[in-house]
């Protein structure tokens, strides 16, 4: 089993920074893609960013050039810098984590953008 405990969400105005944690624990020696996701109220979840064991990054379309996806395998963290921050970034991120046999999720942080 692998447990995701996200942390950094919270209320910024628009144009603003956040950065958000992911710490696994558990079985973590077999976890590949590591991402975050995000939900908006009446929305689908949707992937944010992603980073491989290598690595190699994936961002949606509406953060790329504001967000970046790191990893600290040393410290079994993943982390998101959120910036230039809009409104319509706000919602609730999720942590993900892969191995070969299944995903993980966290219990996700909220994010609000707001004057």
């Known amino acids: 089993q692998v447990q995701l405990v996200e942390s950094g969400g919270g209320l910024v105005q628009p144009g603003g920074s956040l950065r958000l944690s992911c710490v696994a624990s558990?079985?973590?020696?077999?976890?590949?893609?590591m991402g975050w996701y995000r939900q908006a109220p009446g929305k689908q979840r949707e992937l944010v960013a992603a980073i491989t064991g290598v690595g190699n990054t994936n961002y949606a379309d509406s953060v790329k050039g504001r967000f970046t996806i790191s990893r600290d395998n040393a410290k079994n963290t993943v982390y998101l810098q959120m910036n230039s921050l809009k409104p319509e970034d706000t919602a609730d991120y999720y942590c993900?984590?892969?191995?070969?046999?299944?995903?993980?999720w966290g219990q996700g942080t909220q994010v609000t953008v707001s004057s």
């Open positions: 993900k984590a892969q191995n070969p046999l299944r995903d993980y």
């Open positions: 558990g079985t973590i020696s077999r976890l590949t893609t």
